[in-house]
C-alpha cells in the first residue's frame, strides 16, 4: 500500500507561482513513477507531468511545457511541481499518482494509487 498526500494549492493571480508537493509513504520502495494529474470542473482528467523516481526522466503536457517543473527529493519522498506563469486555464483540482512503472511516459494504471488531490485556482 502507498499513500499520497498532495499539498501547496492555493488561489493565485495570472503569472504567479505555486509549488505543489507529493508526499508519498508506505510502500514506497513501488514508487518507480509518480505523475501529476489536474482535472478542472466539466473538463476530463488531463496527465501534466511526469517523473520516473529511478532514473530521473521527464516528461511534461504541451500546455505547461516551459512553465512547470518537476523536481524530487528521494530521500524525503516527495516530489514537487513547481508551477510558474500561471493562467487561469490551469485551475483545476491537481493530483498526483504513483505506481511501480511508467507506461506511455505516465504511471501504468495497473497498481496506480491517488492521492486526494489539491485544488489550484487561478484568478485572472
Known amino acids: 500500500q502507498v499513500q499520497l498526500v498532495e499539498s501547496g494549492g492555493g488561489s493565485v493571480q495570472t503569472g504567479r507561482s505555486l509549488r505543489l508537493s507529493c508526499v508519498a509513504s508506505?510502500?514506497?520502495?513501488?514508487?518507480?513513477?509518480i505523475s501529476w494529474f489536474r482535472q478542472g470542473a466539466g473538463k476530463e482528467r488531463e496527465a501534466v507531468s511526469t517523473?520516473?523516481?529511478?532514473?530521473?526522466?521527464?516528461k511534461y503536457a504541451d500546455s505547461v511545457k516551459g512553465r512547470f517543473t518537476i523536481s524530487q527529493d528521494r530521500a524525503k519522498k516527495i516530489v514537487y511541481l513547481q508551477m510558474n506563469n500561471l493562467k487561469p486555464e490551469d485551475t483545476a483540482m491537481y493530483y498526483c499518482?504513483?505506481?511501480?512503472?511508467?507506461?506511455?511516459?505516465?504511471?501504468?494504471?495497473?497498481?496506480?494509487?491517488w492521492g486526494q488531490g489539491t485544488q489550484v485556482t487561478v484568478s485572472s
Open positions: 499518482a504513483a505506481a511501480r512503472n511508467c507506461v506511455g511516459g505516465y504511471v501504468n494504471p495497473i497498481g496506480r494509487y
Open positions: 508506505g510502500d514506497t520502495d513501488s514508487n518507480g513513477c
Open positions: 517523473i520516473n523516481t529511478i532514473i530521473g526522466s521527464t
